[in-house]
């Protein structure tokens, strides 16, 4: 396949701002290609963050003194980038949480409380365990029921069996955006229009897409949605929950403690606002810093452009791993975010994993936190590689490579 200029971001430049991508592994150079797991940091996230704690920390708040005053600027900043990042009408819109599984938790729990026995929630077959198992506990409080909508054999939602699954009885529809799995990307419009003729709050697990695709909320018609830090270039351990404010304002809080009261006697508390009714006791402020750096660091180069290089690279790992003798890739050939997930015919995906890190090339190996999908494949786990801004078409070259090496270490 030849690359279109057009498409071909100027990787090198990028490459050279992530300080972890410059070595090797196992005497090669690393090839790093689980980005849906995680993804590596720029040195500007790492200076952000290093910044804050050298200069600006105290903690947010009530401080009156100078430090407690910036930081608390700088967590507010960062949450006015995230509002923007995703579409949404205002900051306040934006909740600070450790990431996309306790978003989903806090919804689960906070939403959840509303349900009664007989309501029904509806998943899809593609949903990582984070966006069932909080369900199936609030299921289990309520009396509520999970519904699942399948999958065609190509991965893609079966938006007619979804559809027909609505009905008055339909609260939440949860579902997520990109596959982490298969990099199925959802049509998030036409789910959420049926949803809410149905009368169901929508809410998105954009864990996947964040990273991937440019994010307008109202746009998508989405009343939640979630997403991680660390799957944007941006540090562990932060990620922020978006809703409609006015929905916000109906949840009671999630986690009790300091910040996200109005008032407190030993008779009774009120809370707060949303944001900080959902922010109780210190956020993880230099997580915000970062993560809002990481944030500016991708809108300057553009999601549009970001997704388009990725799709590039997509393409080329399907031609070149499309050609050995027994493997199968799993879910979508097109319209697909950054994941190639594959199983190979007489090897286990630990040990194509384990033997391709022998050449320096890191994919993951497992059942990607989707067991129900995996079950649906008929597999009990898949090798996926996963792409980011800064993978280059040598690296896919590289992982071809590796599988030869793979087929010839276990004689296939
Ligand atoms: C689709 C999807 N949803 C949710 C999550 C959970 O994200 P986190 O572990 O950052 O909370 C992941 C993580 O891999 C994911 O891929």
């Not at 509520?144 to 529809?173: C, F, M």
């Amino acid at each position: 396949m030849v690359v279109d200029s057009e498409v071909v971001l100027d990787v090198e430049a990028f490459r050279a701002e992530f300080p972890a991508l410059r070595q090797q592994v196992r005497g090669f150079p690393l090839a790093y290609l689980d980005n849906a797991a995680t993804t590596q940091k720029p040195r500007r996230v790492l200076e952000a963050i290093s910044r804050f704690y050298e200069r600006d920390n105290a903690n947010v708040h009530r401080g009156v003194h100078e430090l407690s005053v910036r930081a608390t600027k700088l967590y507010h900043e960062a949450r006015a980038t995230v509002a923007s990042f995703l579409g949404a009408e205002r900051p306040e819109e934006i909740v600070f949480l450790r990431g996309c599984t306790e978003a989903i938790n806090l919804l689960a729990h906070s939403l959840g409380s509303r349900l009664r026995p007989g309501d029904e929630i509806v998943l899809s077959e593609l949903e990582h365990h984070s966006n069932i198992v909080p369900w199936q506990m609030a299921c289990e409080r309520t009396g509520a029921k999970i519904r699942v909508a399948p999958i065609h054999d190509d991965g893609t939602l079966d938006l007619e069996a979804y559809r027909g699954l609505l009905s008055e009885r339909t609260k939440i529809v949860s579902i997520l955006h990109v596959s982490n799995a298969l990099g199925t990307i959802n049509p998030i419009r036409e789910i959420a229009e049926a949803a809410h003729a149905a009368g169901a709050t929508v809410i998105v697990d954009g864990a996947q897409a964040a990273p991937h695709l440019p994010i307008g909320v109202r746009a998508l018609g989405a009343d939640f949605y979630a997403f991680s830090g660390h799957k944007v270039y941006g540090p562990t351990g932060i990620g922020a929950l978006y809703g409609r404010y006015e929905l916000l304002e109906e949840l009671p809080p999630f986690l009790g403690g300091g910040d996200m009261i109005a008032r407190v006697t030993f008779e009774g508390t009120t809370y707060a606002k949303p944001p900080a009714r959902f922010e109780a006791g210190t956020p993880n402020i230099s997580g915000a810093v970062g993560l809002a750096e990481a944030i500016r660091f991708v809108q300057e180069i553009g999601l549009e452009r970001i997704g388009r290089w990725e799709e590039t690279l997509t393409k080329l790992a399907h031609e070149a791993l499309g050609d050995i003798p027994g493997l199968t890739i799993h879910g979508p050939k097109d319209r697909k975010a950054g994941v190639v997930s594959f199983s190979l015919r007489g090897a286990h995906p630990h040990d194509i994993g384990t033997i391709l890190d022998t050449q320096g090339v890191a994919i993951r190996a497992g059942h990607h936190c989707a067991q129900p999908l995996m079950a649906r494949l008929g597999v009990p786990a898949t090798a996926r590689a996963s792409f980011g801004l800064y993978n280059t078409p040598e690296e896919v070259q590289a992982l071809a490579r590796g599988l030869e090496e793979v087929r010839r270490v276990l004689g296939l």
